[in-house]
């Protein structure tokens, strides 16, 4: 039955592959479910999980400070509300697709779910390529994408966040125009400054929350991080607070990346050489190959596209914490990094790893953690927002830390758990992929054919 779903969707949607990769791998997952809950087959749930209860596409036209008018294209995918509005990033990049955003809208379904927060799942975005853009540009761009969104969202409808190339300057010139549009303050995005609505720590959250996780699947076996080497690419929001927890739990780390290439620092970084990170990528916006310049010791490799893998992965290291993009490790880069003993896997990213590098971790037994358990402190953080702009008031920063830690211990908790139950102890992404459909699918059956 699996494999009919799975033709089916293919023959229907074949252009969109990072859709696919998503789909097939929850899929392939659910077989044991399905063997103990014949009434979601029955329900044709499966077929139902997967189609979008609605996408939405637009133009987003605007002008550049020479007075040129541009096109781009404008989404946002509502793919599940069984369990709450639906909640997910917006991704600002050349690269955006109705696949790319089609893959994140699924996978966020079920990591919402594994959030325990009452939270659907969504995501959108644009092909606009914020780079080399000045502030002005931006601010249109974002005025003229909330123009249309703005009819489409709301904060008990649909609530969007940031993601790739979507930080706070955006989001507060997204805010700005939906509350001019529609007359109210409302929390219908996340991810807002502090004067505006936003929480404490959620711009660190999804860093945060992918060492947390590391943490934990390293408790399994005794271990703590202190001392231990890891590689992290990207030098973006996840990368930098990924970075800065981890160096608070002790350990090393030794190299960060942008779309240009990797930086190899082998005395590794401390919290000065970060803030210097944080400084370049967020207020200059500049390369991260600069880092080399500034730091005694460090090496900068440029991306070359002749490789068929990432010399990134290749570094002798313990830990593996990928926070750029997708597909970010492929099975070679897996092997690399199995060949140098990196024995814990924690994705930042959606989706880094494909599925010739899955294969390659579960195979060798080392603690891998699917992005959608691993990174979903950032959306967490984002619901615990959402709940503190209902009820009109802010939690500290201890607070909302704690919140997030415990609920990153308890996804953890509960992918382990749920991965012993349906007899695949160790592996967190059946744990995860099984737990967080339960919940979905549990929630859609009472519902009814909706
Ligand atoms: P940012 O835009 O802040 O940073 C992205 C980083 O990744 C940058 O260093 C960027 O380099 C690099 N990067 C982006 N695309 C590519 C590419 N195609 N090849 C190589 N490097 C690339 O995004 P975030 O940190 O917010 O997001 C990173 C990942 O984490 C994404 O997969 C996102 O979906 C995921 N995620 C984010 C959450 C959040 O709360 N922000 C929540 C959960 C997951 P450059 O500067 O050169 O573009």
Same mark, same amino acid.
């Given at each position: ?231 992290? *690419?990207?030098? +973006?929001? @996840? #990368?930098?607070?990924?970075? =800065? ?9 030794? !190299? ?117 358990? *691993?990174?979903? +402190?950032? @959306? #967490?953080?984002?619901?615990? =927002? ?9 939690? !500290? ?54």
């Amino acid at each position: 039955m699996i494999e009919k779903i799975y033709e089916e969707m293919l023959s229907r949607d074949p252009d969109q592959p990072e859709f696919h990769q998503a789909v097939r791998e929850v899929l392939d997952s659910l077989e044991p479910v399905l063997e103990r809950h014949p009434e979601f087959v029955e329900a044709n749930i499966l077929s139902r999980i997967i189609e979008a209860e609605r996408i939405i596409q637009f133009r987003v036209p605007w002008t550049d400070d020479d007075g040129n008018v541009h096109v781009n294209r404008g989404f946002r995918i509502q793919m599940n509300s069984a369990i709450g509005p639906y909640k997910g990033g917006l991704r600002f990049h050349p690269s955006v697709n109705l696949s790319i955003l089609k893959f994140l809208a699924f996978e966020q379904v079920f990591k919402n779910s594994l959030t325990t927060l009452p939270m659907g799942g969504g995501k959108g975005g644009s092909d606009f390529d914020p780079k080399g853009k000045s502030d002005s540009e931006i601010m249109r761009f974002c005025q003229s994408f909330m123009l249309e969104l703005s009819r489409h969202v709301g904060a008990d409808v649909d609530v969007p966040a940031g993601d790739i190339g979507v930080g706070g300057r955006e989001i507060g010139y997204l805010y700005g125009m939906y509350r001019k549009i529609r007359n109210e303050f409302t929390g219908v995005l996340t991810g807002k400054g502090m004067s505006y609505g936003g929480s404490l720590i959620r711009p660190e959250a999804t860093g945060y929350g992918q060492v947390y996780f590391a943490r934990e699947m390293l408790k399994t076996r005794d271990e703590t991080l202190e001392g231990k080497v890891c590689l992290i *690419s990207g030098s +973006g929001n @996840v #990368a930098q607070f990924a970075a =800065e927890k981890a160096l608070q739990l002790g350990a090393k780390i030794v !190299t960060m990346s942008d779309s240009g290439g990797f930086i190899h620092d082998p005395n590794g970084f401390t919290l000065e050489k970060l803030e210097w990170i944080k400084e370049l990528k967020n207020v200059r916006r500049g390369r991260i190959s600069e880092y080399a310049n500034q730091f005694e010791g460090a090496i900068y490799t440029p991306v070359d596209h002749n490789l068929d893998y990432n010399p990134l992965w290749a570094v002798d290291a313990d830990v593996a914490l990928p926070a750029a993009t997708q597909n970010e490790i492929n099975g070679k880069d897996a092997e690399n990094l199995l060949a140098n003993n990196v024995y814990v896997v924690s994705e930042g990213s959606n989706m880094p790893s494909t599925p010739e590098a899955i294969e390659h971790f579960i195979e060798a037994g080392i603690l891998y953690a699917p992005g959608k358990a *691993s990174n979903a +402190g950032g @959306v #967490a953080t984002s619901g615990l =927002e959402m709940s503190q702009n209902s009820m009109r008031m802010n939690w !500290t920063r201890e607070e909302v830390d704690e919140k997030l830690d415990s609920i990153m211990v308890s996804i953890h908790e509960t992918c382990a758990r749920t991965a012993e139950e349906y007899g695949y102890p160790g592996n967190y992404m059946m744990g995860a992929n099984i737990a967080g459909f339960l919940k979905v699918a549990d929630a859609m059956l009472n519902q009814g054919v909706v």
